[in-house]
């Protein structure tokens, strides 16, 4: 079970009844956290969520609402007396935003790692976890974030038979290890059936609604994207300030054939996203406006999920 | 009237019902800020006190819970469209770490003026505040600060009678200005009575409880100190990290004979300050649990003042 939890709905500053725009996940005993603006750690805490299994943090770019509560949760995770290695993956420049941020979290238990993303397309194994980042199209370096969990076929006891596996390798390859014994290799594909359908969602923020989008969140469970503005008389702002409106978030939603959107990122001055839900519905009937914390735990295949 | 809001009560971290201990101070449209963690400007929002007016910001010392909420609080004061100077006070240090924070903030519209702190007793003067900042006793090098309000005499009518000012020198004067008029020079003193009592607030936090302090903030009419620890019983943690009990808070008030004394920068394990403010109160009766938000406006001498 893939548990998702979206942090907070706001762009450019925090709100008292608003948190900036991050999400987070679980699975397996790993946390993953897509972007951390200031207040973050905050609402992590509410959630009750746990700080030390953070594994990986990712950032779509370095604009202070998605990073400048990265000092403050970096100490915190101290605290929760972590020892594993934490890693950050980010546009250019990460490490040395980091390590500016740093001047006043310069001693942590724990070692970070930094994956400083280059090409327009990336593909990082993180654990259990798929990261695919895809640049997107802000007014500074961004990207967008897939996460992916894959699943492999069920163990399929006939074809371990066929392929005359022994006995005492069938759960090593089971568990999708590859075997060498007395020096004939055996791989997981000789023992399991076919790949099942895992998980993905999908993330982007802040970016125009550009077909590279499109493209890296098609099929998604979940795609979360900005809506900075309701109103799709705002396209012109939005167009200046490289955000998008309702609309164009919908849009990207129906071409790319995902199941459920989920609009975050609000503008400050968008004070009733609701108002401006049927915007997008006309467009994506699947689409929800987010709020803070709103959770939903997701399962492979067959099994249910629901909005808490 | 001096305005004086207590921002958050909390130390070390942030919570979801407590926000990181800072002050702000308004008076004669100049806010000034002391401490500035993460979240600060949420709270400022919620106190609805404006951003665009602080001209200073002075920290105790750069523990993240003290100055995580900068970079965010800095580009929320630049999209309020402030271009005036914004000065910074600290210890020394201070232009290495804000510059290292600044990485995610680096344009902003307005200059920022660094004053480095050096001596064991500082005085300087802000406009109308006085800023008088005192070395204190932590694990690193932290300062207090009190913040004085000074108030000239009245006019004297009979006194620039006698003095035989020019009329039309009277109200520059009364102004606190010097006047050479004709070549002889007109001091404020021969126009004014008596300088009557004014203001004084003193903030304290991070620090055992020495000496220092009871001299610096003696007479203050408001003592905001940090009681990290509820129970006298703490008193080795206390010692260990270097902060204070609630006992140990109230001798420092009543040694320095101040009129009251607001508690704050609780410790997270300490859920319920105000279980504990009978431990204080024993010792200084008009002891205080700070609350987030809990503002009081000074007026001069014989005027009432009131907790919102």
């Given amino acids: 079970?893939?548990?998702?939890?979206?942090?907070?709905?706001?762009?450019?500053?925090?709100?008292?009844?608003?948190?900036?725009?991050?999400?987070?996940l679980r699975y397996n005993g790993s946390n993953m956290l897509i972007d951390c603006g200031e207040g973050t750690q905050i609402t992590i805490k509410q959630q009750g969520w746990s700080f030390k299994s953070i594994d990986y943090i990712c950032f779509t770019h370095y604009h202070g609402d998605h990073i400048s509560g990265l000092p403050g949760l970096l100490l915190t995770i101290g605290n929760s007396n972590r020892t594993e290695p934490l890693t950050l993956i980010g546009p250019k420049g990460l490490e040395r935003v980091v390590n500016g941020l740093r001047v006043i979290a310069p001693e942590l238990p724990f070692e970070i790692k930094f994956i400083e993303l280059r090409e327009s397309l990336e593909v990082i194994e993180a654990g259990e976890y798929v990261i695919e980042a895809y640049k997107v199209k802000?007014?500074?370096?961004?990207?967008?974030?897939?996460?992916?969990?894959?699943?492999?076929?069920?163990?399929?006891?006939?074809?371990?038979?066929?392929?005359q596996i022994p006995l005492r390798l069938w759960s090593k390859l089971q568990k999708g290890n590859t075997v060498i014994d007395e020096g004939v290799e055996y791989t997981p594909d000789m023992v399991l059936g076919e790949s099942r359908k895992g998980l993905k969602i999908s993330y982007c923020t802040d970016s125009r609604p550009v077909k590279a989008i499109e493209e890296s969140v098609y099929g998604a469970d979940l795609f979360i994207c900005e809506g900075m503005y309701g109103e799709e008389t705002e396209e012109t702002k939005a167009n200046a300030y490289k955000h998008m409106t309702f609309e164009?978030?919908?849009?990207?939603?129906?071409?790319?054939?995902?199941?459920?959107?989920?609009?975050?990122?609000?503008?400050?001055?968008?004070?009733?996203?609701?108002?401006?839900?049927?915007?997008?519905?006309?467009?994506f009937k699947n689409s929800f406006v987010g709020k803070d914390r709103m959770t939903k735990s997701f399962k492979f295949e067959d099994e249910t999920s629901e909005i808490q």
Avoid at 249 to 277: I, M, Q, R
Wanted: with cysteine; glycine share 6%; hydrophobic share 45%.
């Fill in 1 to 24: 079970m893939l548990d998702v939890c979206l942090l907070g709905t706001g762009g450019m500053m925090p709100l008292p009844y608003r948190w900036l725009t991050a999400l987070m």
């Fill in 138 to 163: 802000h007014n500074i370096i961004c990207y967008g974030y897939n996460v992916v969990i894959n699943r492999q076929g069920k163990f399929d006891v006939e074809k371990a038979k066929e392929n």
């Fill in 248 to 283: 164009e978030a919908a849009k990207l939603a129906k071409n790319a054939g995902v199941t459920e959107l989920w609009l975050t990122h609000f503008s400050p001055s968008l004070v009733y996203p609701k108002d401006f839900l049927h915007k997008a519905r006309n467009i």
